[in-house]
């Protein structure tokens, strides 16, 4: 098993999905796992076959727990704290796919006016321009992505070109930052948390943090889950589902340097669960 | 697998504008149909992210993959376009896995080997070919059990390990299609009830 897997925080459930007073199944790294919400928002969790509790954390509307020992604790999101933002837990979808081709999927520029087609891209704005990626031990930044989208976000009218920020924080989980229709200096938040319930099966938890006073939370929903409705098909129909790290495995192009520098990322830190290691 | 040629689909399979799944040997295949006639054998994945171009669209004369709307030229399998980088051309030997074809009697046909033995040679006759039959069983479990009749070729499709397809040729006009096809499905039917 990869140790550098089990120390991390995962993502196991949206708080909003979970019942009070209720046990709940779901299962982390091929592991089944039992979660128990209490009144005042205390969770437990534990592994269903030994009872032993396990390290809980809530965070960014999620339950997040750990089957080893953390090593560093949960990346920061402040976003999330901001009183005027709209923080919606936009949906928990089970896909059949590994979490870094997931990952990789959201950081993806080029599939927009393909997969999401009048949306957030639509021939012949193709084009991506260059853009900026950096790295360090704390995960990868791409900055000053730019592409053209007919319907960036629900409030959204016309076609504008909106430019993006991306960070990788987490091995399995990533979150963009997008230009605000309501004030230009400040940016939507969506995030992608991803629970790795076995090497090629996840659960990708959506979360939209967003400046928008004007749509519902089920509005918001139905928009991010339209979204990822597009990408799941994509994803499940790679092939291999894990994610090759070999830096030749599959062909690049200049769009994909976001997507090298996660797999490079990756390997660095020695993550191999949902790999094919280099 | 020995070194042959299997038929992988029917001609009629091929259709205008579409993309037709099979596999053959655990290898999946993406056949398509230009708009010129010539039938593609394609491994069923594109080289950038791996997505299975049985997905995405024929264009008549380049496949697009669904993913990124690469583009991938009939014939050679060369990449023609990258959207996301409209003038930039690309190198060459980046392109899609591409197996030989061939479409005789009616059977598209393809080999994974460097040197297969030839397609056996049916003459001249008029063949017309019958509904393939998908069985649960690997090859070896099927051959043995094979009628002999005249005016009927039968050849296997070894999809996996564990599944096999029965491509029929009837030569013999005599006999309807129904039934060769009744008496490949009882076929069918007694192997895979003999087979755990």
Known sequence: MDQVALDEWHVVAALPSLPFGQEVATRLLGTDLALMRSPGDVVAAWPAASGKALPVCIRYGHVWTSLGTPARPLFDLPEFAEPDRRNVMAGSVPVHVSAPRAVENFLDLGHFAYVHDGYLGVEPHTEIKPYKVTSDENGVLATECRAYQPQASLIAEGGFEVEYVYRVPHPYCAILYKSSVLDEKRRDVIAIFVQPVEEERIVAHMLASVLDDVSSDDAIKNFQQLIFAQDKPILENQIPKRLPLHPRAEAWAPADAGSAAYRRWLSSRGVRYGTIPA | ?196
Request: net charge negative.
């Open chain 2, 1 to 196: 697998m020995s070194s042959s040629w299997y038929p992988v689909a029917s001609g009629d399979d091929l259709a205008p504008r579409h993309v037709f799944h099979t596999a053959l040997g655990g290898q999946e295949l993406a056949l398509w149909r230009d708009d010129a006639g010539f039938a593609n054998v394609w491994e069923n994945r594109c080289p950038h992210r791996g997505v299975r171009l049985t997905i995405g669209a024929n264009l008549g004369t380049e496949l697009r993959c669904q993913y990124h709307g690469w583009r991938f030229s009939s014939g050679s399998g060369q990449c023609a376009a990258i959207p996301a980088h409209p003038g930039f051309t690309p190198s060459q030997g980046l392109k899609v896995k591409t197996y030989p074809c061939v479409e005789r009697y009616g059977l598209v046909w393809t080999t994974l080997d460097e040197s297969p033995e030839d397609i056996p040679d049916l003459g001249a006759a008029a063949w017309r070919s019958l509904r393939a039959i998908f069985v649960e069983a690997p090859l070896a479990a099927i051959a043995p059990h094979l009628p002999e009749q005249t005016g009927l070729a039968l050849f296997l499709q070894p999809v996996s390990e564990t599944r096999t397809v029965i491509h029929g040729l009837s030569g013999d006009m005599s006999f309807s299609p129904r039934q060769h096809d009744d008496a490949l499905t009882r076929l069918r039917d007694r192997i895979e009830s003999a087979t755990p």
